[in-house]
């Protein structure tokens, strides 16, 4: 969301305001001080060991203050997360429109990824527009029952976001990472911390990273552990003592955004790294029975390898040794966006409100 809030501060039509729940704190500061960008509101929600429940009545709770307060003519929520439900539920009890970004993503089963799944549907019931990323999002939508008129093929912000933030000779501050020979080594990034993977799925998953590390001589596995106790005790049982596995702190968003520029490939259970990864080239093994991002599935920039070990290592394995495979995959087209995502909300923004007549040109074409 950062590239559309500095997008948007320039726009002379439009008064906007900030508001963040910090919903994750650590997670949050560091953005907002990349992008240079100072809240209006902060609601401070984070407490230790916050439930689904806790985020979302703090969340609903504080945002009543908010907009009360400002009286917004639209309310902009992006994603899937319980602060996006909250804001569009809050907007929604004052009668104020909600604008979705990032909207239309399916898995089509409720509970994977959860609660991602089930927020974004129901900002979609909420919304008055809709901020499509690919024509993928606006076939789900109009199955939804959405008008067409009401949803605009936009692109992903966040590849707006990643493009502003790689640099191609960009030197990493953490000692663990400066000392990775990226020009010499295959290095391998890896994330993974879904709730449904929790359990015998993980282990299958670190079970077949450290085979792979054992397999081949000339690669480098980088693992960002998750704060998740559980996520981080069987990542440590698994990798804590291979010789080339490095499991290091969460990173902020800038270097993590530079080590996947510079690592081979990503494996993950993330949402968001498979859009990102393919617009930078980089082959991405999802690490999920599902996924809600089926284009990259469809363009070849990913592949679904679940959470049997023996998948992941034969796909791992293909994009170490056949360069054919790995090529095709790096060089397929990125379906997410071309980083002008951010000007083309502001566009629809402005045909919404009636400042343009002319209904805005979209990323993408429409599926039949």
């Not at 054919?324 to 990125?334: H, L, T």
């Amino acid at each position: 969301m950062a590239p559309l809030v500095k997008a948007i501060e320039k726009e002379e039509c439009f008064e906007s305001r900030v508001v963040v729940t910090a919903q994750h704190r650590e997670m949050l500061d560091q953005v907002l001080n990349l992008f240079n960008i100072t809240p209006h509101h902060d609601l401070n929600i984070m407490v230790q060991g916050q439930t689904l429940y806790d985020i979302t009545c703090r969340g609903l709770k504080g945002l009543e203050n908010v907009f009360s307060l400002e009286k917004p003519d639209l309310v902009l929520v992006h994603g899937d997360t319980t602060t996006t439900l909250a804001g569009a539920l809050a907007a929604y009890y004052q009668q104020i429109p909600v604008g979705h970004v990032e909207a239309g993503l399916r898995s089509g089963n409720k509970y994977s990824p959860f609660p991602e799944e089930m927020n974004r549907k129901l900002t979609s019931g909420i919304a008055s527009i809709h901020f499509a990323p690919t024509s993928q999002g606006f076939n789900n939508l109009i199955k939804e029952g959405v008008e067409e008129k009401d949803i605009f093929i936009t692109g992903n912000t966040v590849i707006d976001a990643l493009l502003e933030t790689v640099k191609p000779n960009y030197q990493f501050t953490d000692l663990s990472l400066s000392r990775i020979p990226f020009n010499e080594k295959k290095v391998l990034l890896v994330t993974a911390h879904r709730r449904e993977n929790l359990g015998k799925p993980m282990e299958n998953i670190f079970s077949a990273l450290a085979e792979l590390h054992n397999n081949f001589q000339d690669i480098e596995i980088i693992f960002p552990v998750h704060k998740n106790p559980r996520v981080r005790e069987i990542a440590f049982q698994y990798l804590g003592s291979l010789e080339r596995a490095h499991l290091i702190e969460p990173l902020d968003y800038e270097p993590f955004a530079n080590l996947m520029n510079k690592c081979h490939f990503i494996l993950t259970d993330s949402g968001g790294l498979q859009e990102e990864a393919p617009a930078l080239g980089k082959p991405v093994l999802v690490l999920r029975e599902n996924t809600e991002r089926p284009e990259a599935v469809e363009a070849g920039t990913v592949e679904l390898v679940g959470t049997n070990s023996m998948e992941i290592l034969k796909k791992s394995e293909k994009l170490l040794t056949d360069n054919k495979f790995y090529d095709k995959m790096s060089q397929a087209v990125n379906p997410y966006g071309d980083g002008q995502a951010c000007k083309r909300i502001i566009a629809c923004l402005r045909y919404y409100f009636g400042i343009d007549n002319k209904r805005p040109l979209e990323w993408w074409h429409k599926s039949p």
